[in-house]
């Protein structure tokens, strides 16, 4: 189960994700917010992409734990 403070991926492809925290959890305890602190895009790290710092919503297939 996910809960707020824990670092998540919210995975498009095994190679595209953005890294970020949890802010928000919906009713059903998935992901409802979450800032962005790193994007991942073809395996290379964007780190100047203008997202990062943001709060959105999941936009990909799925949520995972992120394990550093």
Do not use: S
Request: hydrophobic share 45%; with cysteine.
């Amino acid at each position: 189960m996910v809960r707020v403070g824990d670092k998540i991926k919210d995975v498009e492809d095994g190679d595209c994700y953005f890294v970020g925290e949890v802010i928000k959890l919906n009713k059903f305890g998935g992901v409802e917010l979450y800032k962005v602190i790193q994007i991942i895009w073809d395996g290379q790290d964007h780190a100047d992409d203008a997202l990062i710092g943001t709060v959105i919503q999941p936009r990909w297939w799925y949520i995972q734990l992120f394990l550093f």
